[in-house]
């Protein structure tokens, strides 16, 4: 064998190594460092950068102002209005959340930083894109029928919307930001339409992953545990306040491993995957509330987020 060809082939095994470790490595996806804006404006020596190129229905993206001695921001984005928060290094950072819900069109987004007396504004136009869900049709056992019931639902859902109603007011999450919480195929998508035993619809708030009972289930990112019991439709249940209003949640526990007012870090085995709740077999129902809103997790996994 020539030299040459040695070299080769030695290269060659090397590269291997390298894809095999690369591919070994956990996946973090709030990576540092900060990546470049999709846009930036400027007024009055302050600038709005944009970290998202588009918004869907669900979809999530990050407002950043630098520059000016900003004392405090806020936005205003479908009537309703939201603060920028500071992690005191005079940057400020705001989250965007869209509704599943919300009509695909143009909306005005105005963002108003406050610098002494003078307020500094910007205006531009975000349009929101259908997200396309998709129709899925699932039959529940005889025994768990009753859950299809929208008045349990209802109240379900009135639980979880007082429980996300606060917003802890710095972020709890760290540097090692938000990760999957299974290592695992995806199965079935957020938003989807889904119709229960071949009558009542509803909506699908998270990602579905295939897990066996009993698979180890990690918490996405560092926070505060919430809740840590049985709801009716979500079956045993951990909710984790990341802070900023927001939050995530883990459905049809076999076993807990999590209490109530627990601080938790990113990775950290919370409880065990299993069927209980309105479960048609074993598997992990995961979700992530921002704002108030139910946002497609998936998409906030890619989304950059300062720590």
Same mark, same amino acid.
């Given at each position: !064998?020539?030299?040459?060809?040695?070299?080769?082939?030695?290269?060659?095994?090397?590269?291997?190594?390298?894809?095999?470790?690369?591919?070994?490595?956990?996946?973090?996806?709030? #990576?540092?460092?900060?990546?470049?804006?999709?846009?930036?404006? &400027?007024? #009055?020596?302050?600038?709005?950068?944009?970290?998202?190129?588009?918004?869907?229905?669900?979809?999530?993206?990050?407002?950043?102002?630098?520059?000016?001695?900003?004392?405090?921001?806020?936005?205003?984005?479908?009537?309703?209005?939201?603060?920028?928060?500071?992690?005191?290094?005079?940057?400020?950072?705001?989250?965007?959340?869209?509704? !599943?819900?919300?009509?695909?069109?143009?909306?005005? $987004?105005?963002?108003?930083?406050?610098?002494?007396?003078?307020?500094?504004?910007? /205006?531009?136009? $975000?349009?929101?894109?259908?997200?396309? &869900?998709?129709?899925?049709?699932?039959?529940?056992? /005889? %025994?768990?029928? *009753?859950?299809?019931?929208?008045?349990?639902?209802?109240?379900?859902?009135?639980? $979880?919307?007082?429980?996300?109603? +606060?917003? =802890?007011?710095?972020?709890?999450?760290?540097?090692?930001?938000?990760?999957?919480?299974? %290592? =695992?195929?995806?199965? =079935?998508?957020?938003?989807?339409?889904?119709?229960? +035993?071949?009558?009542?619809?509803?909506?699908?708030?998270?990602? %579905?992953?295939? #897990?066996?009972?009993?698979?180890?289930?990690?918490? !996405?990112?560092?926070?505060?545990?919430?809740?840590?019991?049985?709801?009716?439709?979500?079956? +045993?249940?951990?909710?984790?306040?990341?802070?900023?209003?927001? *939050?995530?949640? *883990?459905?049809?526990?076999?076993?807990?491993?999590?209490? #109530?007012?627990?601080?938790?870090?990113?990775?950290?085995?919370?409880?065990?995957?299993? +069927?209980?709740?309105?479960?048609?077999?074993?598997?992990?129902?995961?979700?992530?509330? /921002?704002?108030?809103?139910?946002?497609?997790?998936?998409?906030?996994?890619?989304?950059?987020?300062?720590?």
């Amino acid at each position: !064998m020539s030299i040459a060809r040695y070299l080769v082939l030695i290269l060659i095994s090397l590269l291997a190594g390298v894809a095999v470790a690369q591919s070994e490595l956990p996946g973090v996806f709030q #990576a540092a460092p900060r990546p470049l804006p999709s846009s930036i404006q &400027y007024q #009055a020596g302050i600038s709005l950068e944009l970290y998202f190129a588009s918004l869907t229905q669900g979809g999530s993206g990050l407002l950043r102002l630098t520059g000016g001695d900003i004392q405090s921001a806020r936005y205003i984005f479908r009537g309703e209005e939201q603060p920028f928060f500071s992690l005191g290094d005079g940057d400020w950072h705001a989250l965007i959340a869209v509704d !599943m819900d919300a009509p695909p069109r143009s909306y005005e $987004l105005s963002v108003l930083a406050q610098r002494g007396r003078a307020t500094v504004s910007f /205006a531009r136009d $975000l349009r929101i894109e259908s997200a396309g &869900y998709i129709l899925q049709e699932f039959e529940l056992p /005889a %025994d768990r029928a *009753y859950l299809v019931d929208g008045a349990v639902e209802a109240a379900e859902f009135a639980t $979880l919307a007082a429980l996300t109603a +606060n917003v =802890s007011p710095a972020p709890l999450w760290d540097g090692a930001g938000f990760e999957l919480p299974l %290592d =695992s195929p995806l199965s =079935s998508p957020f938003g989807s339409f889904r119709v229960l +035993n071949g009558g009542r619809e509803t909506r699908h708030t998270g990602w %579905d992953q295939l #897990a066996p009972v009993g698979t180890p289930i990690r918490a !996405m990112a560092a926070g505060r545990v919430v809740f840590a019991d049985r709801l009716e439709i979500r079956g +045993n249940y951990a909710l984790i306040d990341h802070g900023l209003g927001i *939050y995530s949640g *883990y459905a049809h526990f076999s076993d807990l491993f999590v209490g #109530a007012g627990q601080p938790v870090f990113a990775g950290q085995i919370i409880g065990s995957s299993g +069927n209980t709740g309105r479960s048609s077999g074993p598997h992990l129902h995961w979700e992530i509330v /921002a704002g108030g809103r139910w946002v497609d997790g998936l998409a906030f996994l890619d989304l950059w987020l300062p720590a």
